[in-house]
């Protein structure tokens, strides 16, 4: 006989995604910008360094001579390959910071130390102060640790370091988030007057500074500032990368840790992922050591600075008039304003219609959106390709460009 069905199992909800994961923000111009994917756009949106400038041969030969050493394939340590660590401490400490190899812990790019320091750092519901506006990535990694984040605004392209102050005072914050050097996405830096500060006011309100340095090396004019670690040594984590001078898919950077919260980070880190691919970090080693690091940076700088000097010469005419922009000496980013009534994201359908597409700002605020705002990245194309895609821009503006 055949048996009566089952009554189906009532149906559970199942458990909602955590309120951090609800908070961290997806941009409303990721569809938009998807379009940028088509091979005809010159898209000036990306923040991506130039493939062609990659050291192939020098990566290649640096794998092929270490993996055959013991170990490189093997589980390590959590703080990361102590050669690869000892030639970072000596770069920093030839800058005139003094660093030992023991103050760096590798980490899986540098993006995996903003979320390892927030970990260490943050508990739901303190407060951070960032950059207004703030690399996107960075808030993202904020909110998803369950932070406040309070956004310090620029008078003009200088931080207001008094609301700095006010806003330290008013919120205790556990740290200030800062791209002090040709920042994501402004190209803004710090000089060395806003740099001592930042610092004296982390020291008197009691606050510390995760200076976030992957353009550090990527000046094409000006002199090099002093790290804001020089100012307040106690008080300033920093990280670093390789994602810009050797590549981004390597996945390299570091922490350059406090003693007090070294190993707690370090914990974080093992937590994380045990630790950075070991074959990986050899071979960074190894290129580093060969000399051939220096040779690419120069070249990778060199080429850059004719980009930036492309896009700043024919940004007058390409943007409508009465917009503003700045002139970084390194990096990847011009930010640029567009007169009163103009507003970035409505721009960007004509601009991909026209084949040519850009960031509006507003995904990088991390309070009131500046609507007229959008990040231009000059890295990606030879300045002829630049030429062009900034005269297909100035076709999208409609009269009264
Ligand atoms: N910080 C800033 C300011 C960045 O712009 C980026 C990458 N665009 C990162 C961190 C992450 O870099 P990576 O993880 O490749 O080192």
Not at 154 to 171: I, N, P, S
Request: aromatic share 8%; hydrophobic share 40%; with cysteine.
């Amino acid at each position: 006989m055949p048996t009566a069905p089952q009554a189906a199992a009532p149906i559970l909800s199942l458990p909602s995604r955590s309120q951090r994961a609800g908070s961290a923000k997806t941009s409303p111009v990721r569809d938009l910008l998807a379009l940028t994917a088509r091979p005809e756009v010159i898209s000036f949106a990306g923040g991506l360094p130039a493939p062609e400038l990659f050291d192939v041969e020098g990566i290649r030969a640096a794998f092929d001579a270490v993996l055959d050493s013991p170990g490189v394939l093997q589980y390590s340590t959590s703080e990361g390959d102590p050669g690869l660590r000892d030639a970072v401490a000596r770069r920093y400490s030839s800058d005139g910071l003094p660093t030992a190899a023991s103050d760096l812990i590798v980490t899986t790019g540098s993006q995996q130390g903003l979320g390892l320091i927030s970990t260490t750092l943050v508990d739901p519901g303190d407060t951070i102060l960032v950059e207004e506006p703030c690399y996107l990535a960075a808030l993202q990694t904020f909110a998803l640790a369950g932070a406040r984040v309070v956004g310090v605004p620029y008078v003009g392209d200088d931080l207001d370091l008094d609301a700095l102050d006010r806003l330290a005072a008013h919120h205790g914050p556990k740290f200030f988030y800062t791209v002090p050097t040709f920042q994501n996405p402004t190209g803004r830096t710090h000089d060395v007057e806003a740099r001592r500060t930042i610092a004296a006011i982390a020291q008197r309100r009691g606050f510390r500074i995760v200076e976030d340095e992957p353009y550090r090396q990527l000046r094409y004019s000006g002199d090099a500032l002093p790290s804001l670690a020089a100012f307040a040594p106690g008080h300033v984590i920093s990280l670093g990368s390789f994602s810009k001078v050797i590549a981004p898919g390597l996945r390299i950077g570091w922490i350059r840790t406090t003693a007090d919260i070294r190993s707690s980070i370090t914990i974080a880190k093992q937590a994380a992922d045990l630790h950075t691919s070991t074959i990986d970090q050899a071979a960074a080693a190894h290129y580093l050591a060969s000399g051939r690091g220096e040779l690419t940076l120069s070249r990778i700088r060199e080429a850059y600075a004719a980009r930036r000097d492309a896009m700043l010469e024919m940004l007058p005419s390409a943007l409508p008039d009465g917009s503003s922009w700045n002139r970084p000496d390194g990096g990847m980013f011009v930010w640029v304003r567009l007169p009163e009534g103009r507003d970035a994201a409505s721009a960007l359908p004509a601009a991909l219609a026209h084949d040519v597409a850009f960031v509006p700002g507003t995904s990088f605020f991390s309070g009131i959106p500046d609507e007229r705002t959008l990040r231009l990245s000059f890295t990606t194309y030879s300045p002829a390709r630049i030429r062009e895609g900034l005269s297909r821009l100035g076709a999208t503006w409609g009269t009264g460009r």
